[in-house]
């Protein structure tokens, strides 16, 4: 079982910066044993992928729209997930989500949400123009 809390949403202005926290408890598994990804949702549509983290961290996936501008990084020993968000568009507007993905692949990261069982509760960011 996996909980995650999500943090550090807020209101930006275009250009700036967030970053996000997720704070991970489990039992059982470390979370080591979880590759980890970053969502986000605006109202009227899917829940998209913006990154992933593999377990140890060694491979990390992004998507187009935030290639360059968001980077996503773990710190197993203190069971966090981050994102550093830069540069923001109004189009990153969204509630950001964080998820596990329990895998022994220690390389994988997957884009698919059915594919993590675990989800946080989600945090609002809003860039304003």
């Known amino acids: 079982q996996v909980q995650l809390v999500e943090s550090g949403g807020g209101l930006v202005q275009a250009g700036g910066s967030l970053r996000l926290s997720c704070a991970a408890s489990?039992?059982?598994?470390?979370?080591?044993?979880?590759?980890m990804g970053w969502f986000r949702q605006t109202p009227g549509k899917e829940r998209e992928f913006v990154a992933g983290?593999?377990?140890?961290?060694?491979?990390?996936y992004y998507a187009d729209s935030v290639k360059g501008r968001f980077t996503i990084s773990r710190d197993n020993a203190k069971n966090t997930v981050y994102l550093q968000m830069n540069s923001l568009k109004p189009e990153d507007t969204a509630v950001y989500y964080c998820?596990?993905?329990?895998?022994?692949?220690?390389?994988?990261?997957?884009?698919?949400?059915?594919?993590?069982?675990?989800w946080g509760q989600g945090t609002q960011v809003t860039v304003s123009s």
């Open positions: 998820a596990a993905d329990y895998t022994p692949l220690t390389m994988r990261v997957t884009t698919l949400p059915a594919e993590y069982e675990y």
């Open positions: 489990t039992s059982g598994r470390p979370l080591s044993s979880y590759a």
């Open positions: 983290i593999s377990r140890s961290g060694g491979r990390t």
